[in-house]
């Protein structure tokens, strides 16, 4: 493998890995507020919509962006509906969120099928990007791309540093201890759910403005799933998220070029090791114990007046 | 609440046995105008493989006396037969089921309708009531390998093909022969995605055969990805299915195409004259069902006419595109000199020619 084809990997790396990023944050934070959301599928592609749709009616790809998030998070919002107004169990309802989102977006999108959109232009950052190597992998891309290189550091500041971000990871440990402070654990969880959402739907977004420049069907072909599976793996935590999103992308890419370069390992088999690394971090996450696993209240309703 | 369950389902499962009977009657009313059915595995709308199909369907819509209705987006498997069974109670008389996954349940049902004309595209599986039919895109894709061997100047094709099954490699395999005719120093590197159709995987996969220094991408997938990644990049490529060209006005060299409008269209004729026969058939260049589309302006005379004339070759028979001498990546001869590779042998490839980089499996 010559150099050029090394960085050209590196930079298809980055690329690979946005989508997922901006995926897995959006879970990620709907996830330390308690809330197991798996309609991330069914939310990222009406995001993947949305994007399109106002891009194709206005051209201008930062409304369409924020019109992306605004409408996962509606979507989204019915999630908070069943589970934190009705109590229903979030497993299903996460699923029945993918299945819906999915259709939703086959029906609405079928008229649109093949529509190019203009989306965001790639624009290489002056000085930076003249650097060798860094510049081409990190800084010869579209804006999408730089705002996600500063979003972990923003989360993990907002988990750490604000009593909003405290509170919220607060109901995604132990809500009643929230309720004791004299806070709404429920509140925080809508927060959690409609702002991870909103970061769900930017990563689809990103499929429609920038990857592929059109709307079609399956857009998102599993990339939802692959996000729900990157929080795990990331421990809950946001620049871990960054670490494994880019892990996942450049393996990714990294087994085409290894297919178009001719060697011998079977493409099926490159293609299972994300999935693999992911039961390998969720044994080794379960062996340490608790401080590295999942939030201890992930995926219990909170009793209404409790 | 379990009772209440179970007799709903009991309900369910007896509604489901009686609907056949039910609408028995029609069948009878609908005698005299042909009804054609027609199950698609994906939506229409996307100029790809359905869409296709239903060119010949909306043909067959236009005569008179002729009624056609389709479903779209039917997966294969249980939802499938319950789709056919549906149209075979409905009173159609022909039915038309164009993915590889309906021939087991089409096969089941067309033993219990003997009067319904089954036609089942890309399977193996006929019968006296039962088509299946299919077509050899693969001498469309021989000669398209011509156009992209003379217009590589790396002398390196990326090819972005779909899963390892005998159609897809017999493709790379007719299209490598085609560029190996016209310029036998060139190499076709592969690409598997594992998806039909998914645009941004697809496209990902031209990017890292671009990377690696091929400069024609060609592609065995639905989607326009692969011709996208081409047109950025400013390589060329090779389009399929329908002509790729609006996807990449400044990349598309050629595509193979096919044309199912013609199949349909002889069918009906011969189903209403009586004469339909059912059977295997596999259609190629000579049939008119595939085709290559109108060339790029980038590609010259000479390379047209070349091509132009391999066409005329194969069409009128004095050409196969597998004829001996075919070694595969090893060396191993394959097909000797002065034989044609048979049917059998192109329907299980699952080994690449000499001059594709990849792994057939």
């Known amino acids: ?306 | 609440m379990r009772f209440f369950n179970c007799a709903a389902a009991f309900l369910a499962v007896c509604g489901m046995a009686l609907l056949p009977f039910a609408s028995s009657a029609s069948a009878e009313d609908a005698a005299k105008n042909v009804k054609v059915g027609f199950i698609y595995v994906s939506p229409v709308g996307d100029e790809g493989w359905s869409w296709m199909h239903d060119q010949g369907r909306k043909m067959m819509e236009e005569l008179p006396g002729v009624e056609t209705a389709m479903m779209e987006s039917v997966p294969e498997g249980p939802d499938a037969e319950r789709a056919i069974k549906n149209m075979c109670s409905k009173g159609y008389n022909v039915i038309v089921a164009t993915s590889f996954g309906y021939m087991d349940p089409m096969a089941k049902l067309a033993r219990r309708h003997p009067d319904i004309t089954f036609l089942h595209c890309s399977g193996y599986k006929h019968s006296d009531n039962m088509t299946c039919y299919f077509g050899r895109i693969y001498e469309a894709r021989y000669l398209t390998g011509m156009v992209a061997g003379a217009m590589t100047k790396t002398n390196e094709i990326g090819y972005v093909a779909a899963f390892p099954i005998p159609e897809v490699v017999r493709g790379i395999n007719a299209f490598t022969l085609g560029v190996r005719s016209v310029n036998p120093e060139a190499k076709v590197r592969v690409v598997w995605t594992r998806t039909w159709y998914s645009p941004d995987d697809e496209k990902k996969a031209a990017e890292g055969l671009l990377d690696v220094g091929v400069d024609v991408i060609v592609q065995h997938q639905n989607s326009a990805g692969p011709q996208v990644a081409a047109e950025e990049r400013g390589a060329y490529s090779v389009g399929y299915n329908t002509d790729m060209s609006s996807a990449a006005p400044k990349a598309h060299l050629v595509a193979a195409v096919w044309d199912w409008k013609k199949f349909y269209e002889k069918f009906i004729n011969e189903y209403r004259a009586g004469t339909w026969k059912n059977g295997n058939y596999w259609y190629g260049l000579s049939d008119g069902i595939v085709d290559i589309s109108a060339y790029g302006d980038m590609v010259p005379a000479d390379v047209r006419a070349k091509v132009d004339a391999a066409k005329a070759s194969i069409v009128n028979g004095t050409y196969k595109v597998f004829s001996g001498p075919v070694k595969d990546q090893e060396g191993k001869e394959r097909v000797p000199a002065g034989q044609v590779a048979p049917d059998e042998m192109l329907l299980s490839m699952d080994w690449f020619v000499e001059g594709v980089i990849g792994t057939a499996r």
């Not at chain 1, 099928?113 to 003249?130: E, M, N, R």
């Not at chain 1, 429920?186 to 927060?191: E, I, K, Q, Y």
């Not at chain 1, 880019?246 to 297919?259: E, H, P, S, V």
């Not at chain 1, 090791?273 to 992911?278: F, G, M, S, V």
């Open chain 1, 1 to 306: 493998m010559t150099w050029d084809i090394f960085v050209a990997l590196l930079a298809a790396t980055v690329l690979a890995g946005t989508p997922l990023l901006y995926a897995t944050m959006g879970e990620l934070i709907t996830e330390r507020s308690g809330v197991l959301n798996l309609g991330v599928e069914g939310m990222m592609i009406m995001g993947a919509f949305f994007a399109f749709i106002v891009e194709y009616k206005t051209g201008n790809p930062w409304l369409a962006t924020l019109a992306a998030g605004l409408g996962a998070a509606c979507i989204g919002f019915l999630h908070g509906v069943v589970c934190l107004v009705f109590q229903g169990n979030q497993t299903v309802s996460g699923l029945a969120l993918t299945i819906f989102g999915v259709g939703l977006s086959d029906y609405l999108g079928a008229p649109f099928i093949g529509q190019k959109t203009v989306g965001f232009q790639s624009f290489d950052i002056p000085l930076l990007s003249d650097i060798p190597v860094l510049g081409p992998v990190f800084f010869q891309h579209d804006p999408l791309v730089y705002l996600s290189f500063v979003l972990p550091w923003v989360v993990m500041w907002f988990f750490r540093r604000t009593s909003l971000g405290l509170a919220l990871c607060a109901a995604g440990e132990a809500p009643e201890a929230v309720r004791a402070a004299g806070l709404n654990p429920v509140r925080m969880r809508w927060l959690g759910i409609c702002a991870g959402a909103f970061f769900v739907g930017v990563g689809g977004a990103y499929l429609s403005l920038c990857a592929t420049h059109l709307w079609t069907h399956n857009l998102t072909a599993g990339k939802g799933w692959i996000a729900v599976a990157l929080v795990i793996f990331a421990f809950w935590r946001p620049r871990r998220a960054l670490l494994g999103a880019y892990l996942f992308g450049g393996i990714m890419a990294l087994q085409l070029r290894m297919q178009a370069l001719g060697t011998a390992i079977p493409s099926s088999l490159m293609m299972m090791l994300p999935y693999a690394l992911t039961i390998l971090a969720l044994l080794v996450s379960s062996a340490r114990g608790k401080g590295r696993s999942a939030p201890a209240a992930l995926g219990e309703n909170i009793a209404p007046g409790a």
